[in-house]
Every structure is written in C-alpha cells, then in structure tokens.
C-alpha cells in the first residue's frame, strides 16, 4: 500500500478510553463516536468548490500512478474540532522571508479548516497573525516547534539568520511557496550584474520617483538607505541585501516542498492531513524531501484544452489573440509553460485562458524548466512533413517576439536553475 493510500486510510482503531483522553465537554465528543464511516475518495468531476478538498497525488518513489483529482470528504480529515491531540497541542510556526506575503495569507483558504490547525496547534509565529517575536523564537528548546513553514526566498542577514533559527527550533520545516521552494520573482534580481549595489543604485536614484527627489534634496550626493545609522537615540541597523538570492534549501536543510503561487487550498489540506494523522494517530509521515500537491505529469497532461500539433509562426500575449476555449493556448500562439511544469494544481490558469507560468516548477526528470520550454516552443516551429525545414532567419523571428525570454522562462526557478545568475567579467587576467 502507497503512502497515500496509508495517509488517508480510515482509521480503524477504537476509541481510547476516556482516562487517557484530555477532558472535553460531553457535546463535543459524541460527534466523533456517532461518526459515519468515510464515503471512499471519488474521482473529482468539475471544478473544486470552495470547500472541497481535493488533494492531488503526494510525490513519492513508491506511488506514480495515482490520478490527479481525488476528492477528500471532510471526514476523510477527521472532525472539524478534534481537541487537542493526546501529548498536549503541538507548536506550529510560519515565517516570511523574501515574498509577497500571499503564502502567509494563503492558510486562511483552509477556511473552516483554520479551526482544526487552532485545536491541533498553538502558533508562536504567524507574521500576518500572530506576534510572535524572535526573542521568543530564541528562547524555546531546540525542536520545540513540531512545524515550521517557511515561505519566501532568503534575500538578505534577516532572511537567512530567521530561517537557521526556525531550523534549529523545529523538528519539521517546509519549504512553503514557489519563491521558498526555487527563489520565486525575488530570485530574478540575480540577473542583475553587479548585484544589491547596482539594484540600490538603481532603486534609489535611477526610478523617476527616487530621481526626483534626489535631484531637488540631493543633487549633489544622492541619498542611498544604510545598514548603520547614528540617530540620538542609538543605532538603527537594516538587514545586509545579498547580492545572490537563494532558495530556502540552498541556506538550512529542508524537510518537504510546497510549492505554487501561492499554495492551492488542495495542497494545504493535503500537508494539513499528513500533519494531523501524525499528531493524533502515527500515521508515518512522507519520507523526507517529498513535495505535497504535485503529480508525476506535466501541467499539459491536466490540461482539458484540445491538442492537434498545429504549428505556430509567431508568439504573443493573450490579449492580442482571440482566444479559443477549447483549442490549446500554444498552437494559438500564446507562450505556455504547461509542457515544462509539473501538474497538481489542475490547469487552473489554463482554463481560465491564461497560460501557465510556471509557478510549479519543473516535472521530477527535469532540472532545467527554462530549457525545458525553449524544446517545447521549437517543437512546434513550423517544420512539416512536405516541408521539412525552418531558417534560421525563421527561428529566429520567431524568438525574438519573446520581449524578455530569461524573465518568462525563469521567472519563478531561476534560483534553482544552472543559470544561477548574472556576472560580470574580469578582464585583464584577473
């Protein structure tokens, strides 16, 4: 039997008896006793509602062929208010590095659910939620935390020092997010040659704004933000920019990957299942490196759009196409990361006539996702049998209506990529 299949198997065992259990009010607990057995998980038809779960298959060595698209009933994750699990609630962190913050957000799309993390978990750190302090932080027992999430890329001293600390204090930590999980839109400022000096220069004095005010306050020498400054009241400090953007498993070991822009709620119930089968019945958890709410296909093979192997002369934005619902978004000329990005979130943006950008990452047997889809694209360059060429004046007419290639092909793996980033080089010998 799959770790799937393990995962969410309907827990057979008798109820433990009342003594070992943690006092609750008689009203709460007969639910739990009068439970139904769980209706079996049924293949998804439609579109999710807000409320379902539907979890696509975990990644692991051992289960390959399980379809995407199974639907969890809500007793498949237990009662919605469990109590607290028989060792007491465990601690749950989540950090944000360098990100957006709509990872951090992302856990209310649990919606009801939130309330099965409140009975199973006390938050100690939760930046859009709970103020849990560093100081905080530092002062718990090495593995205190059973959980930490961690989204964001590691950008600057503040990043890297907060994920080591979480790291140190916890027993299990994910990678939560694409910018975590491969460097994310942080990561593109690798392409910067010259790294966090020429991004501040450019920031502070070359933007209109920042030109502005510069030339009517600061003419003469522009005003660029400090690590160290000297005010009345003492030293302020700032975080140090790094000139190289790192994935959060390139700076502290990792246990598990969550990635998407943000996470699905489907995969969210996927890690919240796995973490509440092992805090309130054993359940083993995935072996270690697995990442949730992915499958083994590429996002092509989830996509419902008809594919006929059409042939494409030229490239563009979706708003310059009149776009066939039916038809794939390719082979009507609109860039698509589907052939290089592994399935799990259920071609949403597809569907919905936007391509895909990525933000899964590659498939298992790819490293590179940006060449990955310059082999996609050249595919259907227009080479037919009664014609079995293409110039390279074609070629190239045809990549150069790509207006930023490394930005669209790297814009969320960069971090993880060969590529890495941008240098400048030496001359002279040097």
């Known amino acids: 039997m799959g770790f799937f299949d393990k995962l969410f198997k309907k827990n057979e065992k008798k109820e433990e008896p009342k003594a070992a259990a943690k006092p609750a009010p008689k009203a709460a607990a007969k639910p739990a006793e009068a439970k139904p057995a769980a209706p079996k998980a049924q293949a998804s038809t439609g579109n999710p509602g807000p409320y379902d779960f539907i979890v696509p298959p975990v990644a692991s060595p051992n289960d390959d062929k399980i379809p995407a698209g199974v639907r969890l009933e809500a007793a498949d994750l237990g009662p919605l208010l469990p109590g607290a699990p028989a060792g007491g609630k465990i601690k749950l962190a989540v950090y944000w590095c360098a990100a957006c913050g709509g990872c951090d957000v992302s856990l209310l799309d649990t919606h009801e659910r939130l309330l099965t993390i409140g009975d199973m978990a006390d938050i100690v750190m939760w930046p859009v939620a709970a103020d849990g302090k560093e100081k905080d932080i530092a002062a718990m027992d090495d593995g205190e935390i059973t959980v930490t999430l961690i989204s964001g890329a590691v950008r600057n001293t503040e990043n890297e020092h907060m994920a080591k600390l979480l790291r140190q204090k916890s027993k299990i930590v994910v990678s939560y997010g694409t910018c975590a999980v491969f460097g994310g839109s942080p990561a593109l400022a690798n392409l910067v040659p010259g790294g966090a000096k020429d991004i501040l220069d450019y920031v502070y004095t070359k933007t209109p704004s920042s030109a502005n005010f510069q030339n009517d306050y600061h003419k003469d020498a522009p005003q660029i933000p400090q690590e160290k400054t000297q005010v009345p009241e003492g030293e302020l400090t700032i975080p140090t920019l790094y000139d190289t953007v790192k994935t959060l498993d390139q700076v502290i070991d990792v246990d598990y990957y969550v990635p998407g822009c943000p996470p699905l709620p489907e995969s969210i119930s996927n890690l919240l299942a796995a973490v509440a089968g092992f805090v309130y019945n054993g359940v083993p958890l995935p072996p270690k490196g697995t990442t949730v709410g992915v499958t083994t296909r590429t996002l092509c ?43 799990g979130c259920g071609a949403r943006c597809t569907r919905a006539g936007q391509p895909c950008r990525g933000c899964y990452g590659p498939t298992e047997d790819v490293q590179e996702q940006g060449a990955s889809i310059f082999t996609a694209v050249a595919s259907l360059f227009p080479i037919l049998d009664e014609d079995p060429t293409c110039g390279e004046d074609k070629i190239i007419e045809i990549m150069s209506s790509i207006k930023d290639p490394l930005g669209y092909f790297y814009a ?19």
């Open 301 to 343: 093979e989830e996509c419902p759009r008809q594919k006929t192997g059409a042939r494409i002369t030229e490239l563009k934005e979706p708003y310059q196409v009149d776009v066939d619902p039916n038809v794939c978004l390719m082979e009507q000329g609109i860039l698509c990361l589907g052939p290089a990005t592994v399935g």
């Open 412 to 430: 969320y793996t960069l971090g993880k990529s060969l590529i890495k980033r941008a240098v400048t080089e030496k001359t002279g010998g040097n």
